[in-house]
Protein backbone atom coordinates (compact mmCIF):
# COMPACT_ATOMS: atom_id res chain seq x y z
CA UNK A 1 0.00 0.00 0.00
CA UNK A 2 2.77 2.38 0.95
CA UNK A 3 4.61 1.72 -2.67
CA UNK A 4 1.35 2.48 -4.42
CA UNK A 5 0.69 5.82 -2.60
CA UNK A 6 4.25 6.68 -3.46
CA UNK A 7 3.54 5.86 -6.84
CA UNK A 8 0.40 7.98 -6.86
CA UNK A 9 2.54 11.20 -5.07
CA UNK A 10 5.40 11.17 -7.65
CA UNK A 11 2.75 10.97 -10.86
CA UNK A 12 0.92 13.64 -9.41
CA UNK A 13 4.24 16.01 -8.95
CA UNK A 14 4.45 14.84 -12.52
CA UNK A 15 1.85 17.00 -13.75
CA UNK A 16 2.17 19.32 -11.86
CA UNK A 17 5.65 19.98 -13.09
CA UNK A 18 4.75 19.31 -16.53
CA UNK A 19 6.17 16.49 -17.46
CA UNK A 20 4.77 13.60 -17.76
CA UNK A 21 0.65 12.67 -17.86
CA UNK A 22 -1.01 10.46 -15.20
CA UNK A 23 -0.94 6.78 -16.40
CA UNK A 24 -2.51 3.80 -15.20
CA UNK A 25 -0.92 1.20 -13.67
CA UNK A 26 0.06 -1.57 -16.23
CA UNK A 27 -1.49 -4.88 -15.05
CA UNK A 28 0.55 -7.69 -14.97
CA UNK A 29 0.92 -10.24 -17.78
CA UNK A 30 -1.22 -13.46 -17.70
CA UNK A 31 0.83 -16.43 -16.40
CA UNK A 32 1.78 -18.88 -19.44
CA UNK A 33 0.40 -22.11 -19.66
CA UNK A 34 2.22 -25.39 -19.23
CA UNK A 35 2.27 -25.85 -23.22
CA UNK A 36 2.94 -21.84 -23.63
CA UNK A 37 6.35 -22.97 -21.43
CA UNK A 38 7.17 -25.90 -23.18
CA UNK A 39 6.73 -24.10 -27.02
CA UNK A 40 8.80 -21.42 -25.72
CA UNK A 41 11.90 -23.37 -24.18
CA UNK A 42 11.75 -25.88 -27.38
CA UNK A 43 12.26 -22.31 -29.30
CA UNK A 44 15.05 -21.42 -27.44
CA UNK A 45 16.95 -24.83 -27.36
CA UNK A 46 16.21 -24.81 -31.20
CA UNK A 47 17.61 -21.63 -31.72
CA UNK A 48 20.43 -22.56 -29.45
CA UNK A 49 20.86 -25.58 -31.54
CA UNK A 50 21.13 -23.61 -34.62
CA UNK A 51 23.51 -20.43 -33.58
CA UNK A 52 25.47 -23.92 -31.92
CA UNK A 53 25.96 -25.78 -35.92
CA UNK A 54 25.98 -22.15 -38.03
CA UNK A 55 29.18 -21.57 -35.44
CA UNK A 56 30.98 -25.10 -35.64
CA UNK A 57 30.35 -24.66 -39.72
CA UNK A 58 32.22 -21.18 -39.62
CA UNK A 59 34.87 -23.02 -37.23
CA UNK A 60 35.03 -25.68 -39.89
CA UNK A 61 35.22 -23.57 -42.66
CA UNK A 62 38.01 -21.86 -41.04
CA UNK A 63 39.89 -24.85 -39.98
CA UNK A 64 39.83 -26.49 -43.38
CA UNK A 65 40.87 -22.99 -45.36
CA UNK A 66 43.87 -22.62 -42.85
CA UNK A 67 44.64 -26.30 -43.69
CA UNK A 68 44.29 -25.28 -47.70
CA UNK A 69 46.31 -22.42 -47.17
CA UNK A 70 48.98 -23.90 -45.25
CA UNK A 71 49.82 -26.35 -48.94
CA UNK A 72 52.86 -25.76 -51.01
CA UNK A 73 53.59 -22.76 -53.30
CA UNK A 74 53.54 -23.87 -57.10
CA UNK A 75 57.42 -24.04 -57.49
CA UNK A 76 57.89 -23.67 -61.29
CA UNK A 77 55.58 -20.39 -60.96
CA UNK A 78 57.92 -18.77 -58.13
CA UNK A 79 61.15 -19.89 -59.61
CA UNK A 80 60.04 -18.22 -62.88
CA UNK A 81 59.58 -14.61 -61.00
CA UNK A 82 62.70 -14.82 -58.85
CA UNK A 83 64.54 -15.44 -62.25
CA UNK A 84 62.53 -12.80 -64.42
CA UNK A 85 63.70 -10.39 -61.39
CA UNK A 86 67.15 -11.71 -60.84
CA UNK A 87 67.77 -11.12 -65.08
CA UNK A 88 65.84 -7.94 -65.16
CA UNK A 89 68.29 -6.23 -62.52
CA UNK A 90 71.31 -7.13 -64.14
CA UNK A 91 69.75 -5.70 -67.18
CA UNK A 92 69.15 -2.43 -65.85
CA UNK A 93 72.29 -2.19 -64.05
CA UNK A 94 73.62 -2.72 -67.52
CA UNK A 95 71.17 -0.29 -69.16
CA UNK A 96 71.21 2.29 -67.28
CA UNK A 97 74.83 2.78 -65.89
CA UNK A 98 75.80 5.26 -68.54
CA UNK A 99 72.36 7.42 -67.47
CA UNK A 100 73.34 7.34 -63.63
CA UNK A 101 77.08 8.70 -64.43
CA UNK A 102 76.55 11.36 -66.27
CA UNK A 103 72.94 12.97 -64.90
CA UNK A 104 73.37 11.07 -60.77
CA UNK A 105 77.49 10.89 -60.97
CA UNK A 106 76.67 7.35 -59.89
CA UNK A 107 76.58 4.63 -61.91
CA UNK A 108 74.83 2.18 -59.65
CA UNK A 109 71.78 4.84 -58.65
CA UNK A 110 69.37 2.93 -60.51
CA UNK A 111 70.15 -0.06 -59.26
CA UNK A 112 70.50 0.20 -56.21
CA UNK A 113 67.18 1.60 -55.78
CA UNK A 114 66.07 -1.13 -58.06
CA UNK A 115 67.73 -3.85 -56.50
CA UNK A 116 66.37 -1.99 -52.80
CA UNK A 117 62.67 -2.59 -53.62
CA UNK A 118 62.78 -5.83 -55.56
CA UNK A 119 64.03 -7.30 -52.25
CA UNK A 120 61.48 -5.81 -50.48
CA UNK A 121 58.88 -6.92 -53.00
CA UNK A 122 60.03 -10.35 -52.62
CA UNK A 123 59.58 -10.18 -48.72
CA UNK A 124 56.19 -8.82 -49.92
CA UNK A 125 55.57 -11.60 -52.25
CA UNK A 126 56.22 -14.43 -49.94
CA UNK A 127 54.04 -12.86 -47.11
CA UNK A 128 51.15 -12.25 -49.44
CA UNK A 129 51.74 -16.27 -50.48
CA UNK A 130 51.36 -16.81 -46.87
CA UNK A 131 47.99 -14.84 -46.37
CA UNK A 132 44.93 -16.88 -47.46
CA UNK A 133 43.57 -14.97 -50.76
CA UNK A 134 39.98 -15.32 -49.36
CA UNK A 135 40.69 -12.42 -47.02
CA UNK A 136 40.49 -9.87 -50.38
CA UNK A 137 37.34 -10.38 -50.33
CA UNK A 138 36.82 -8.14 -47.55
CA UNK A 139 38.99 -5.67 -48.54
CA UNK A 140 37.98 -5.36 -52.30
CA UNK A 141 35.81 -2.61 -51.74
CA UNK A 142 38.42 -0.23 -49.00
CA UNK A 143 41.24 -0.86 -51.36
CA UNK A 144 39.18 0.11 -54.67
CA UNK A 145 37.68 3.11 -52.61
CA UNK A 146 41.72 4.29 -51.43
CA UNK A 147 42.90 3.94 -55.00
CA UNK A 148 40.33 6.41 -56.54
CA UNK A 149 40.59 8.63 -53.82
CA UNK A 150 44.57 8.21 -54.69
CA UNK A 151 44.20 9.13 -58.30
CA UNK A 152 42.18 12.24 -56.94
CA UNK A 153 44.60 13.27 -54.95
CA UNK A 154 47.39 13.18 -57.75
CA UNK A 155 45.53 15.57 -59.99
CA UNK A 156 45.62 18.38 -57.33
CA UNK A 157 48.69 20.69 -57.31
CA UNK A 158 50.89 20.27 -54.80
CA UNK A 159 50.34 17.04 -54.33
CA UNK A 160 50.62 15.27 -57.90
CA UNK A 161 54.32 15.71 -59.19
CA UNK A 162 54.44 16.67 -62.86
CA UNK A 163 57.16 14.93 -65.08
CA UNK A 164 57.45 14.23 -68.86
CA UNK A 165 54.37 16.66 -69.45
CA UNK A 166 52.02 14.01 -67.15
CA UNK A 167 50.49 14.62 -63.26
CA UNK A 168 51.17 10.75 -62.53
CA UNK A 169 53.41 10.36 -59.28
CA UNK A 170 52.54 11.34 -55.52
CA UNK A 171 55.96 12.92 -53.48
CA UNK A 172 56.17 11.23 -49.98
CA UNK A 173 58.30 14.34 -48.88
CA UNK A 174 61.86 13.68 -50.37
CA UNK A 175 61.93 9.68 -48.96
CA UNK A 176 59.89 8.00 -52.11
CA UNK A 177 57.23 9.10 -54.93
CA UNK A 178 54.64 6.49 -56.02
CA UNK A 179 51.78 6.07 -59.06
CA UNK A 180 48.62 5.76 -57.65
CA UNK A 181 47.42 3.72 -61.20
CA UNK A 182 49.70 0.84 -60.19
CA UNK A 183 47.57 0.64 -57.02
CA UNK A 184 44.51 0.99 -59.32
CA UNK A 185 45.20 -1.84 -61.58
CA UNK A 186 45.69 -4.15 -57.84
CA UNK A 187 42.13 -2.76 -56.93
CA UNK A 188 40.20 -3.18 -59.92
CA UNK A 189 41.87 -6.87 -60.12
CA UNK A 190 40.50 -7.43 -56.27
CA UNK A 191 37.44 -5.76 -56.84
CA UNK A 192 36.50 -7.15 -60.01
CA UNK A 193 37.09 -10.68 -59.07
CA UNK A 194 35.29 -10.74 -55.47
CA UNK A 195 32.04 -9.11 -56.99
CA UNK A 196 31.79 -11.07 -60.14
CA UNK A 197 32.51 -14.16 -58.23
CA UNK A 198 29.26 -13.35 -56.42
CA UNK A 199 27.17 -13.35 -59.40
CA UNK A 200 27.05 -16.45 -61.36
CA UNK A 201 24.22 -16.45 -63.85
CA UNK A 202 23.32 -12.85 -62.99
CA UNK A 203 26.60 -11.63 -65.13
CA UNK A 204 24.42 -12.48 -68.31
CA UNK A 205 21.96 -9.43 -67.61
CA UNK A 206 23.27 -6.10 -68.42
CA UNK A 207 21.86 -4.49 -64.86
CA UNK A 208 24.13 -6.94 -63.17
CA UNK A 209 26.58 -7.89 -65.15
CA UNK A 210 28.14 -5.03 -67.06
CA UNK A 211 26.49 -1.33 -65.85
CA UNK A 212 28.05 -1.65 -62.68
CA UNK A 213 31.69 -2.24 -64.06
CA UNK A 214 31.12 0.62 -66.73
CA UNK A 215 30.63 3.10 -63.81
CA UNK A 216 34.04 2.41 -62.38
CA UNK A 217 35.75 1.85 -65.04
CA UNK A 218 34.29 4.95 -66.36
CA UNK A 219 35.39 6.84 -63.34
CA UNK A 220 38.88 5.65 -63.11
CA UNK A 221 39.42 6.24 -66.86
CA UNK A 222 38.63 9.59 -66.66
CA UNK A 223 40.62 10.71 -63.70
CA UNK A 224 43.57 8.88 -65.44
CA UNK A 225 42.86 10.77 -68.62
CA UNK A 226 43.08 13.76 -66.84
CA UNK A 227 46.94 12.81 -66.02
CA UNK A 228 47.46 11.99 -68.50
CA UNK A 229 48.04 7.67 -68.40
CA UNK A 230 46.93 6.55 -71.84
CA UNK A 231 48.96 3.05 -71.24
CA UNK A 232 47.27 2.48 -67.87
CA UNK A 233 44.39 3.55 -68.70
CA UNK A 234 44.52 0.58 -71.61
CA UNK A 235 45.84 -1.99 -69.13
CA UNK A 236 42.93 -1.08 -66.86
CA UNK A 237 39.92 -1.17 -69.06
CA UNK A 238 41.26 -4.50 -71.17
CA UNK A 239 41.75 -6.09 -67.31
CA UNK A 240 38.47 -5.48 -66.74
CA UNK A 241 36.80 -6.68 -69.68
CA UNK A 242 38.52 -10.00 -69.52
CA UNK A 243 37.74 -10.52 -66.09
CA UNK A 244 34.28 -9.89 -67.45
CA UNK A 245 34.46 -12.08 -69.71
CA UNK A 246 35.68 -15.29 -67.84
CA UNK A 247 32.77 -13.61 -65.40
CA UNK A 248 30.03 -14.99 -68.06
CA UNK A 249 28.59 -11.81 -69.60
CA UNK A 250 27.12 -12.51 -72.73
CA UNK A 251 29.25 -12.95 -75.93
CA UNK A 252 27.11 -9.92 -78.05
CA UNK A 253 28.74 -7.43 -75.43
CA UNK A 254 31.80 -8.54 -75.99
CA UNK A 255 31.73 -8.65 -80.09
CA UNK A 256 30.22 -5.03 -79.50
CA UNK A 257 32.76 -3.88 -77.59
CA UNK A 258 35.93 -5.55 -79.80
CA UNK A 259 34.36 -4.40 -82.63
CA UNK A 260 33.65 -0.37 -80.90
CA UNK A 261 37.40 -0.86 -80.06
CA UNK A 262 38.13 -1.48 -83.50
CA UNK A 263 36.57 1.25 -85.77
CA UNK A 264 38.05 3.62 -83.09
CA UNK A 265 41.68 2.37 -83.79
CA UNK A 266 40.77 2.75 -87.59
CA UNK A 267 39.34 5.79 -87.18
CA UNK A 268 42.15 6.96 -85.29
CA UNK A 269 44.56 5.34 -87.96
CA UNK A 270 43.26 7.25 -90.57
CA UNK A 271 43.28 10.35 -89.39
CA UNK A 272 39.82 11.01 -88.97
CA UNK A 273 40.17 11.51 -85.07
CA UNK A 274 42.95 14.07 -84.37
CA UNK A 275 44.06 12.76 -81.46
CA UNK A 276 47.41 11.56 -81.29
CA UNK A 277 48.20 11.98 -84.95
CA UNK A 278 51.60 12.90 -84.98
CA UNK A 279 52.44 9.60 -83.01
CA UNK A 280 50.45 7.90 -85.56
CA UNK A 281 52.48 9.28 -88.39
CA UNK A 282 55.31 8.99 -85.91
CA UNK A 283 55.01 4.76 -85.77
CA UNK A 284 54.25 4.37 -89.24
CA UNK A 285 57.01 5.90 -90.33
CA UNK A 286 59.41 7.21 -87.93
CA UNK A 287 62.72 8.36 -90.17
CA UNK A 288 60.28 11.51 -91.55
CA UNK A 289 61.30 13.11 -88.23
CA UNK A 290 64.15 10.99 -86.80
CA UNK A 291 66.18 13.55 -85.38
CA UNK A 292 62.92 15.13 -83.41
CA UNK A 293 59.25 13.11 -82.89
CA UNK A 294 60.49 9.75 -84.31
CA UNK A 295 63.67 10.15 -82.61
CA UNK A 296 63.24 7.94 -79.89
CA UNK A 297 61.61 4.51 -82.41
CA UNK A 298 64.33 5.06 -84.31
CA UNK A 299 66.99 4.49 -81.47
CA UNK A 300 65.21 1.89 -80.34
CA UNK A 301 65.02 0.07 -83.51
CA UNK A 302 68.89 1.35 -84.44
CA UNK A 303 69.48 -0.80 -80.90
CA UNK A 304 68.06 -3.88 -82.34
CA UNK A 305 69.37 -3.93 -85.62
CA UNK A 306 72.78 -3.56 -84.11
CA UNK A 307 72.13 -6.33 -81.69
CA UNK A 308 71.97 -9.03 -84.71
CA UNK A 309 71.83 -12.94 -83.93
CA UNK A 310 74.37 -13.02 -80.83
CA UNK A 311 74.28 -9.40 -79.64
CA UNK A 312 76.98 -7.40 -79.07
CA UNK A 313 77.57 -8.74 -75.55
CA UNK A 314 76.74 -8.01 -71.48
CA UNK A 315 77.12 -4.36 -70.93
CA UNK A 316 78.45 -3.49 -74.60
CA UNK A 317 76.06 -1.98 -75.66
CA UNK A 318 76.25 1.55 -77.58
CA UNK A 319 72.78 2.54 -77.82
CA UNK A 320 72.44 3.37 -74.25
CA UNK A 321 75.31 5.89 -73.86
CA UNK A 322 72.49 8.75 -74.28
CA UNK A 323 71.49 7.93 -77.86
CA UNK A 324 68.10 6.07 -76.87
CA UNK A 325 66.29 7.83 -74.28
CA UNK A 326 64.44 5.99 -71.25
CA UNK A 327 67.22 3.05 -71.79
CA UNK A 328 66.86 2.18 -68.30
CA UNK A 329 62.86 2.30 -68.36
CA UNK A 330 60.48 1.66 -71.05
CA UNK A 331 62.56 1.11 -73.88
CA UNK A 332 65.08 -1.31 -72.03
CA UNK A 333 64.01 -4.03 -74.32
CA UNK A 334 65.73 -2.34 -76.86
CA UNK A 335 69.26 -2.39 -75.20
CA UNK A 336 68.29 -6.30 -74.03
CA UNK A 337 68.09 -7.10 -77.77
CA UNK A 338 71.59 -5.00 -78.68
CA UNK A 339 73.53 -6.54 -76.05
CA UNK A 340 71.99 -10.25 -76.24
CA UNK A 341 70.92 -10.37 -79.51
CA UNK A 342 68.02 -12.03 -80.92
CA UNK A 343 68.59 -15.53 -79.22
CA UNK A 344 68.42 -13.81 -75.78
CA UNK A 345 66.03 -11.30 -76.18
CA UNK A 346 63.57 -14.95 -77.63
CA UNK A 347 64.54 -16.74 -73.86
CA UNK A 348 63.74 -13.58 -72.49
CA UNK A 349 59.91 -13.64 -74.29
CA UNK A 350 60.09 -17.27 -73.65
CA UNK A 351 61.18 -16.96 -69.76
CA UNK A 352 57.38 -14.36 -70.06
CA UNK A 353 55.65 -17.27 -71.98
CA UNK A 354 56.56 -20.04 -69.63
CA UNK A 355 55.55 -17.26 -66.43
CA UNK A 356 52.19 -16.17 -67.94
CA UNK A 357 51.29 -19.94 -69.11
CA UNK A 358 51.96 -21.47 -65.75
CA UNK A 359 49.58 -18.70 -64.15
CA UNK A 360 46.40 -19.17 -66.16
CA UNK A 361 47.34 -22.98 -65.51
CA UNK A 362 47.25 -21.97 -61.62
CA UNK A 363 43.93 -20.24 -62.80
CA UNK A 364 42.04 -23.28 -64.15
CA UNK A 365 43.13 -25.36 -60.99
CA UNK A 366 42.16 -22.81 -58.12
CA UNK A 367 40.20 -24.07 -55.79
CA UNK A 368 36.77 -21.57 -56.43
CA UNK A 369 35.66 -19.32 -58.39
CA UNK A 370 37.17 -16.14 -56.67
CA UNK A 371 40.62 -17.47 -56.73
CA UNK A 372 40.14 -18.32 -60.65
CA UNK A 373 39.08 -14.71 -61.19
CA UNK A 374 41.81 -13.43 -59.64
CA UNK A 375 45.13 -15.00 -60.96
CA UNK A 376 43.23 -14.46 -64.51
CA UNK A 377 43.00 -10.64 -64.21
CA UNK A 378 46.98 -10.63 -62.72
CA UNK A 379 48.36 -12.89 -65.12
CA UNK A 380 46.16 -10.80 -67.66
CA UNK A 381 47.51 -7.51 -66.95
CA UNK A 382 50.83 -9.10 -66.82
CA UNK A 383 50.74 -10.60 -70.50
CA UNK A 384 48.94 -7.40 -71.73
CA UNK A 385 52.00 -4.78 -70.27
CA UNK A 386 54.62 -7.45 -71.38
CA UNK A 387 52.88 -7.28 -75.19
CA UNK A 388 52.27 -3.69 -75.29
CA UNK A 389 55.74 -3.01 -74.12
CA UNK A 390 57.91 -5.17 -76.85
CA UNK A 391 55.41 -3.96 -79.69
CA UNK A 392 56.18 -0.67 -79.05
CA UNK A 393 59.59 -1.07 -78.57
CA UNK A 394 60.05 -2.94 -81.75
CA UNK A 395 57.41 -0.29 -83.83
CA UNK A 396 54.71 -2.74 -83.73
CA UNK A 397 52.68 -0.75 -81.89
CA UNK A 398 52.55 3.32 -81.44
CA UNK A 399 54.60 4.82 -78.85
CA UNK A 400 53.32 5.25 -75.53
CA UNK A 401 54.98 5.28 -71.92
CA UNK A 402 54.65 0.96 -70.61
CA UNK A 403 57.29 -0.09 -68.59
CA UNK A 404 58.61 -3.92 -69.14
CA UNK A 405 57.83 -6.05 -65.68
CA UNK A 406 60.38 -7.08 -63.63
CA UNK A 407 62.64 -4.70 -66.19
CA UNK A 408 61.90 -1.67 -66.38
CA UNK A 409 63.30 0.97 -63.16
CA UNK A 410 60.43 1.86 -60.69
CA UNK A 411 59.82 1.32 -57.81
CA UNK A 412 56.01 1.38 -56.77
CA UNK A 413 55.50 -0.92 -60.16
CA UNK A 414 58.53 -3.80 -58.51
CA UNK A 415 56.90 -3.74 -55.46
CA UNK A 416 53.02 -4.14 -56.85
CA UNK A 417 53.82 -6.58 -59.28
CA UNK A 418 55.83 -8.87 -56.80
CA UNK A 419 53.26 -8.51 -54.32
CA UNK A 420 50.70 -9.55 -57.28
CA UNK A 421 52.56 -12.39 -57.98
CA UNK A 422 52.86 -13.72 -54.05
CA UNK A 423 48.82 -13.52 -54.41
CA UNK A 424 49.00 -15.93 -57.29
CA UNK A 425 51.00 -18.15 -54.75
CA UNK A 426 48.71 -17.91 -52.32
CA UNK A 427 45.89 -19.12 -54.88
CA UNK A 428 48.38 -22.22 -55.89
CA UNK A 429 48.71 -23.22 -52.52
CA UNK A 430 44.92 -24.37 -52.38
CA UNK A 431 44.54 -25.67 -55.86
CA UNK A 432 42.69 -28.97 -56.51
CA UNK A 433 45.14 -31.01 -58.26
Known amino acids: MARDLWRRLRDAADVLRGKAAVSAPKEPPPPLTREERRAKQEAFLWRERRNREVREKVREKERESRELASGPIDLPFCLLILLLTAVGLVMLL????????????DPTYFFRFQGLFALTGICFMLMASRV??????????????VSITLLVLVLIPGIGRISH????????????????SEVVKLAVIVWFSADISRKRDKMRT?????LPYLKIMGVIAVLMMLEPHLSGTILILGT??????????????????????GFFA???IKGIIPYGQSRIAMWRNPFIDAQNQGYQLVQSLISIGSGGLFGVGLGKSRQKFLYLPEEHNDFIFAVV??????????????????????????????RDRFGSLLVTGIITQMAMQTFF?????????????????????????????????????????????
Not at 206 to 210: D, L, S, T
Request: proline share 3%.
Open 266 to 268: FLL
Open 94 to 105: SASFPYAYYKMQ
Open 132 to 145: NYQRLRGAAKLLMI
Open 206 to 210: FQEGI
Open 337 to 366: CEELGLIGATLIMLLFAAMILRGYWIALHA
Open 389 to 433: NIGVVTGFLPTTGISLPFFSYGGTAILIQLAEMGIVLSVSRQMKL
Open 165 to 180: NARRWIAVGNLFQFQP
Open 240 to 261: GAVLMLVGGIELKWVLGAVGGA
